[in-house]
């Protein structure tokens, strides 16, 4: 081993400028795999991270203009939904798998007011199965409960960052006191979470309150339940085009028009959602190991220029003893240490750039209008996965050096002893 060890030092300091171009081609593949990797991590991350609060594990089913004339109406007529609709989702025919069914009303644009502060906010009437379906996440307080829901009581919840305009100084006071939605005074009993990225303005009160005020009607804006029995994409789809099909014939929607009765199921979104993290990680690899290649095919070619400028010393090795596996042996170590050094080295870099991207890009947010996203969250790769791509490059820097080293191993004593 240690004559092995000396050999490859003594061949690697021999040609130190190809060996140094041939490491940076290596070095310079795996750190663009790793950069790669990591900054696909951040954009998936951040994806996720901006939309998995508007993403619940719920169906919604909402109204919405006609694109087709169907049953003597015209196409353009808007579909409202009503009491029927829900009344529809828990009865019999869905016992045992629809559950959890809640509506929600319209929503009314309001000005909050409090000791002379003013923040925007929409008065929304809910069950309160809205706060798991809508993954609100309290702050403070509580949400609206089966009580206040029967007793039609004049409450209301509004987020941190609408807390925050009324009260800066301490929003997390405001628990208990009336606030003032238009011409009408709610008390305040919770606060959900937001954060800067998060644009959302709904205040939730209770469903009851909001229809013995605003609206009197049987009407529902939106109609929401969770599913028990479908697993599989195509169950999913299958009752999507059931349940939907139904409240079309309900509404004199004709049967194939998708845009008069809209439904949006979570789980399937969800599924969708990791379809794309699976094509885009997928991608990423191809195109860090297309880049690899590019290093190992430059190793190959260097070891073939070595293999042919030292055929002399070969034949000198095969002339006194020395077996074709051994010639194999000195090649193929060339090619796994300049593989494995420049690699790790590569590697290192990578971790330290996912570093940098983190503590750079994956600081800043990007303004879209009426949302703050950040571009990159957490752009980092796991040290297993690095030490798999090194592997991975180690392995291909071996089968790089075999087809030289076979073709050393097979150059006959005399030949190569007259070689220059």
């Known amino acids: 081993m240690g004559e092995l060890l000396h050999e490859i030092g003594s061949s690697l300091r021999q040609n130190k400028l190809r060996t140094a171009l041939t490491g940076f081609a290596v070095s310079w593949g795996i750190f663009l795999l790793i950069a790669l990797l990591g900054a696909g991590n951040g954009l998936m991350n951040s994806f996720l991270g901006n939309v998995q609060d508007f993403i619940s594990q719920s169906v919604q089913v909402e109204g919405w203009r006609t694109s087709k004339p169907y049953a003597g109406y015209k196409e353009g007529r808007w579909i409202q939904l009503d009491q029927r609709d829900a009344d529809y ?48 996440k309290m702050a403070a307080g509580r949400f609206i409960n089966k009580a206040d829901v029967d ?25 208990g006191k009336w606030v003032k939605a238009g011409e009408l005074s709610f008390q305040l009993i919770g606060l959900y979470h937001t954060d800067e990225r998060d644009f959302r303005r709904a205040t939730p009160i209770p469903y009851s309150t909001y229809k013995g005020i605003y609206d009197s009607s049987d009407k ?21 085009e059931e349940f939907a ?57 260097i070891m073939l220029i070595t293999v042919k400028e030292r055929t002399h010393e070969f034949g000198i090795l095969k002339a006194i003893g020395a077996k074709p596996r051994a010639i194999m042996t000195l090649i193929i170590a060339d090619s796994v240490a300049i593989t ?36 990159l969250v957490n752009p980092t790769v796991g040290l297993d996965v690095a030490l798999e791509a090194t592997l991975l490059l180690i392995v291909a820097g071996t089968i790089a050096g075999a087809i030289p080293a076979w073709k050393a191993a097979k150059v006959k004593p005399i030949e190569a002893l007259r070689a220059e």
């Open 89 to 136: 989702a828990n009865s019999p025919r869905w016992q045992g798998i629809v559950e959890n069914v809640t509506t929600t009303t319209s929503t009314k644009s309001t000005n909050l007011v409090l000791d002379g502060n003013t923040v925007n906010g929409w008065l929304t009437g809910v069950q309160p199965d809205y706060q798991d379906q809508a993954k609100l």
């Open 151 to 175: 007793q039609k009581r004049k409450v209301i919840v509004i987020s941190t960052s609408q807390a925050k305009e009324l009260c800066p100084q301490d929003p997390e006071s405001l628990i």
């Open 220 to 240: 529902i804006e939106t109609l929401s339940f969770t599913l028990n029995g479908p697993t599989t994409l195509e169950e999913h789809k299958q009752f999507e």
């Open 245 to 301: 099909g139904d409240i079309r014939r309900m509404h004199d929607v004709a049967p194939d028009d998708n845009m008069g009765i809209w439904i949006r199921n979570g789980y399937t979104a969800n599924m969708e959602m990791t379809k794309a993290q699976s094509i885009l990680r997928i991608a990423l690899w191809i195109l860090g190991l297309l880049t690899l290649i590019s290093g190992i095919v430059g190793v190959s070619n």
């Open 340 to 375: 494995a050094f420049f690699g790790y080295i590569g590697m290192l870099l990578g971790m330290v750039a996912c570093q940098v991207m983190d503590k750079t890009v994956g600081q800043e947010a990007v303004d879209i209008g009426f949302q703050k996203i950040q571009m």
